[in-house]
């Protein structure tokens, strides 16, 4: 399982589906967010998908740029509502170009991963269709109980992880699947793949709430307390509300109700608040709990044990990420 090899692949094949058709004002953008990079951890997990049940992962290289695409469309408008200035370290699609602008290039974005589909046969499409339009409404879902919680007080870890199941860690699960489809694995075997996924996508999200506080800015890519400045309900918060002595539980409760207008005292204040209640070291335990509940999702699988190794070897890599 060589991860570099099926990345350059696929960086290979995105290079070949460039977009210079007109209007540029709306296929530039897509290009734009499109180049900036990332991990490319999803195609690359429709790619490992397909070759375990099939032993081959070129087959799947449209399915891949789909989740691909629809992942940076959904990045361009979380943007526009998080009002971020910085995405992988360069500028914001909004800030780059104009909100209206981003917002229908991501439309745009969306109907193309649609359309990457079509590449398959009847049955391949219909099923990659179904579990692609089921995933991106509870994308949506994930996304409005994400805002919804900017303004609610009574947010509990539950609720919390239900939010970045749906947000997150779906669309992490879906790409693993839909390799399994287009392999033509039996639904049972893409079940347990996909469950790898979800509860790895739990974990992945866990550390990218851990890092967005304590990352290092040079290799984070995003503004490095973004999370605090947008008085998101993360895991960390949470859990320091819980158990926080009297005193940090009301700063945290007046910090992230607006009454604090200086962000860089507001960081360093919330991250001292969290160091100083072991907030890291409990964001670790949960997430090795997720990881390794990802981990029992790989004994169901009807491949050799090199294989589940690799699988086995990506989720520990991915959580092993600092930046």
Not at 298 to 310: D, F, R, Y
Request: net charge negative; with cysteine; glycine share 4%.
């Amino acid at each position: 399982m060589d991860i570099l090899s099926y990345q350059s692949d696929f960086i290979a094949y995105l290079e070949s589906h460039k977009f210079s058709r007109e209007p540029k004002n709306l296929y530039e953008p897509i290009d734009y967010i499109l180049q900036l990079g990332g991990k490319r951890i999803r195609p690359v997990l429709t790619l490992i998908a397909a070759d375990i049940f099939s032993g081959n992962y070129k087959e799947a290289l449209p399915a891949a740029l789909a989740v691909e695409v629809f992942h940076n469309f959904t990045l361009v408008h979380d943007d526009i509502m998080d009002d971020a200035p910085l995405r992988r370290g360069n500028e914001t699609v909004h800030e780059k170009w104009d909100i209206n602008t981003a917002i229908l290039s991501g439309d745009a974005m969306l109907i193309l991963a649609y359309q990457y589909f079509e590449n398959y046969e009847p049955t391949v499409f219909q099923k990659l269709a179904q579990l692609f339009s089921k995933t991106a409404l509870e994308v949506c879902d994930g996304q409005q109980l994400d805002v919804d919680f900017e303004t609610r007080n009574d947010v509990t870890i539950d609720e919390y992880i239900k939010m970045i199941t749906l947000k997150t860690s779906v669309l992490v699960a879906a790409a693993l699947k839909m390799g399994a489809i287009v392999a033509k694995a039996n639904e049972d075997q893409a079940q347990h793949l996909y469950n790898y996924g979800l509860n790895l996508g739990i974990a992945f999200q866990l550390q990218d709430d851990y890092l967005d506080t304590f990352g290092d800015p040079e290799s984070f890519g995003k503004q490095v307390g973004g999370d605090i400045i947008e008085n998101k309900k993360t895991y960390l918060y949470l859990k320091a509300l819980e158990v926080s002595n009297p005193n940090d539980k009301e700063s945290l409760l007046n910090l992230y109700n607006g009454q604090e207008k200086n962000n860089t005292e507001k960081i360093t204040t919330v991250s001292t608040i969290f160091r100083n209640n072991n907030i890291p070291e409990e964001t670790f335990k949960l997430i090795e709990y997720y990881t390794n509940k990802a981990f029992e999702n790989l004994k169901h699988l009807n491949i050799n044990e090199q294989q589940k190794e690799g699988l086995r070897m990506f989720g520990e890599n991915l959580m092993s990420r600092k930046v």
